[in-house]
């Protein structure tokens, strides 16, 4: 599996298999409402000439669920199969076309092209918001999506998860970096991968105090391995 950072919490998984897109956001929509929020990398265009067979959205939020860029990957004959939970779902489907929408609210199971996706608990100010386990080849990757650490979380997470997501920026719901280090500690992931920093803010993310961590660059790999 090949993992790349998209910027954000934007994620690109790519195994022999599929290529599965989560939440990108290459856009500038946000920066058009709130001029503090401009992004501050600009969008890597060669992006849109990835294809995704499976694209997952965690959220409706615009730095999740972003309609420009959605427009620009998901048409009516782009043939991709979208797992969304309801509130971005009920969006997304209008699209229409051969594209399969799958509404992929908590507790949700969905497999596809030798991927089993998972919806668990996520705990935001979208009442629908999800995180996903993504299962490939017996290895188990956890992306949190927005979400504040929340006890309850733990009990839908399956053991042994290989490598974990999540967001440490602290603002808009999301944990900060002290509460996604313990996060991180009750989960025991091999490897913590600190999202949702450096596009709209200046964050020092080396403050992320976890031994088995990436610090991702943005369209740069993060893990690249040979299953």
């Not at 599965?20 to 501050?40: A, E, N, T």
């Not at 100010?125 to 999800?130: L, Q, R, T, V």
């Amino acid at each position: 599996m090949k993992i790349t950072w998209l910027g954000q919490a934007g994620l690109l998984f790519e195994c022999p298999d599929a290529k599965i897109m989560i939440d990108p956001y290459l856009s500038d929509s946000v920066g058009k409402i709130d001029p503090s929020k401009h992004r501050r990398v600009p969008v890597k265009e060669e992006i849109f000439g990835i294809k995704p067979d499976i694209m997952v959205f965690t959220h409706d939020h615009l730095d999740h669920y972003d309609p420009e860029t959605v427009e620009r990957i998901i048409t009516k004959d782009s043939g991709i199969t979208v797992l969304a939970p309801k509130s971005a779902w009920s969006k997304v489907r209008t699209i229409g076309g051969n594209n399969n929408f799958v509404s992929f609210n908590y507790n949700t199971v969905w497999s596809e092209k030798g991927v089993r996706f998972t919806a668990v608990k996520a705990e935001h100010s979208d009442d629908y918001a999800i995180g996903v386990i993504i299962e490939y080849k017996g290895k188990k990757y956890y992306v949190t999506g927005d979400t504040l650490y929340n006890k309850s979380i733990f009990a839908d997470l399956p053991s042994n998860i290989y490598a974990l997501f999540l967001p440490v920026n602290g603002v808009g719901n999301n944990m900060n970096m002290t509460d996604a280090v313990e996060f991180c500690r009750e989960i025991n992931p091999q490897i913590a991968v600190p999202l949702h920093f450096g596009l709209f803010d200046s964050l020092d993310v080396s403050e992320f105090d976890y031994n088995n961590k990436i610090i991702p660059k943005i369209y740069e790999v993060i893990l690249s391995e040979d299953n």
